[in-house]
């Protein structure tokens, strides 16, 4: 009976041995890495909404895996040099910002919270401010007005920010009443998704034709064709 409890025993320290040193190298299900820092190497939730945003934009062509690869890093890089940040392929506070993605989480997008014709509305007033920018540029004309749906000294709706007296030369010459085109309504809905590629600004304006000696004053966070973007 004392042998057979021993050998017994023995089996299972034998087994409880080999389970240990197995699981000294499974590969690992997924490294934990918040939006915080994302580079080669990072798996998860975060790193699939940077692929898909990416891809939407045409910087990436790759699988929406959840992978951050030697795909995933060229995408990266090629969106940073496009919009003037700098080219390490790590995706840190200043890219999320630009992607649209808060860190901590995978995404602060915002489309669904806002109706279809929201979105129609958003779209008009970037053809009418911008349809002679590149997309990065509509964008960014779109990402101010939801910044100011956001900030306390704005009106907090889409139609309340846009109609705002004498808040857009497009509502004021009556350019907001022209048929955007599908650039424009991409722009919309990506700026809506989140892409913020002013940082936070709240204004924008053209150097060459502003005649506000106030809007100088605020502090620019980014140049982008024609438009000075500013908080």
């Known amino acids: 009976m004392k042998k057979t409890v021993k050998a017994a025993a023995l089996v299972m320290m034998t087994l409880l041995v080999g389970i240990c040193a197995a699981g000294a190298y499974l590969p690992q299900s997924g490294t934990q890495v ?3 820092t994302l580079r080669k190497g990072s798996t998860g ?3 699939r909404t940077m692929q898909q945003k990416l891809k939407n934009w045409g910087y990436y062509k790759g699988s929406v895996d959840g992978i951050f ?3 995933t890093l060229e995408a990266v890089k090629y969106f940073q040099r496009k919009n ?4 390490d392929g790590i995706v840190g ?3 999320l910002a630009a992607l649209g993605m ?3 989480s995978g995404d602060s997008g915002v489309t669904g919270s806002y109706s279809s014709s929201d979105v129609a509305l958003l779209a008009r007033l970037i053809y009418g401010e911008a349809r002679g920018e590149s997309y990065v540029g509509q964008v960014a004309v779109g990402a101010v007005v939801m910044n100011r749906i956001k900030s306390p000294s704005f009106p907090n709706t889409m139609s309340g920010v846009i109609y705002q007296r004498y808040a857009f030369t497009a509502v004021d010459d009556g350019q907001i009443n022209l048929t955007p085109d599908a650039t ?3 722009a919309a809905q990506d700026a809506m998704n989140g892409w913020d590629p002013t940082y936070g600004a709240i204004y924008y304006y053209n150097p060459a034709t502003a005649t506000s000696s ?3 004053s605020r502090t620019t966070t980014v140049t982008i064709g024609n438009h000075v973007f500013a908080k």
């Open 69 to 71: 690869g030697s795909q």
């Open 102 to 104: 808060s860190s901590g």
């Open 184 to 186: 424009a309504k991409k």
């Open 214 to 216: 106030w809007i100088f």
């Open 84 to 87: 003037g940040l700098s080219v």
């Open 34 to 36: 918040s939006a915080a």
């Open 45 to 47: 939730s975060a790193v």
């Open 93 to 95: 506070v200043k890219t």
